[in-house]
């Protein structure tokens, strides 16, 4: 007989923990969407009307998994990363023809040999720099959809491999959002 009391106790301990452990769960969800809803109002109507109610708390409960806020944090540093080597890389180019401009500058003489000299740099600068301009696209297309991929597969909800602009810019304030969470401190006594 004692040793049914004490299994009922102990099986009434376990179902208030679980029970507890769930309302704690719960509340952090609410919490999460009700910032979601507040970032989420923010928006444009327009785009808006394009994130719905059910995404948001889809995304809460996502983010549950904090791995989420790192995945995305770590995206957000090699895109940084990225950005700044792309950028580099156009400078370098400007530094290039400066530096030639400056050289046929001391070597010649004649102003008209010169200008016609210059001009034919500025023609081949210019198709430099837009070559340059067309590879930084190309790569920053790639990583916007190696992003997209790697939050698909993480399980992120509105995230999907697309060129749509749109599409692009709804899943940017998404990231924004899952931003804004991370910064977040969820108190669970309130």
């Not at 904090?66 to 180019?93: D, S």
């Not at 999907?160 to 899952?178: P, R, V």
């Amino acid at each position: 007989m004692e040793e049914q009391v004490a299994e009922s106790s102990t099986a009434s301990i376990t179902e208030t923990a679980a029970d507890s452990e769930s309302q704690c769960l719960q509340r952090k969800i609410y919490f999460l969407v009700d910032n979601l809803r507040s970032y989420h109002a923010e928006l444009p109507v327009t785009l808006q009307t394009r994130i719905s109610y059910e995404l948001l708390t889809e995304l809460a409960h996502c983010v549950l998994n904090e791995g989420i806020f790192e995945i995305v944090k770590a995206l957000l540093e090699l895109q940084h990363a990225t950005e700044k080597h792309l950028l580099q890389m156009r400078l370098q180019v400007e530094n290039e023809y400066e530096i030639e401009v400056t050289e046929w500058c001391s070597k010649i003489k004649d102003p008209k040999e010169l200008a016609h000299l210059l001009d034919l740099l500025k023609a081949k600068h210019v198709n430099k720099l837009k070559d340059a301009d067309k590879k930084i696209i190309e790569v920053l297309d790639q990583k916007v959809n190696d992003q997209q991929s790697t939050l698909h597969m993480a399980g992120v909800p509105g995230f999907y491999a697309t060129q749509n602009a749109k599409e692009i810019k709804i899943q940017m304030f998404l990231l924004d959002f899952i931003l804004r969470l991370s910064r977040l401190k969820y108190k669970p006594n309130k």
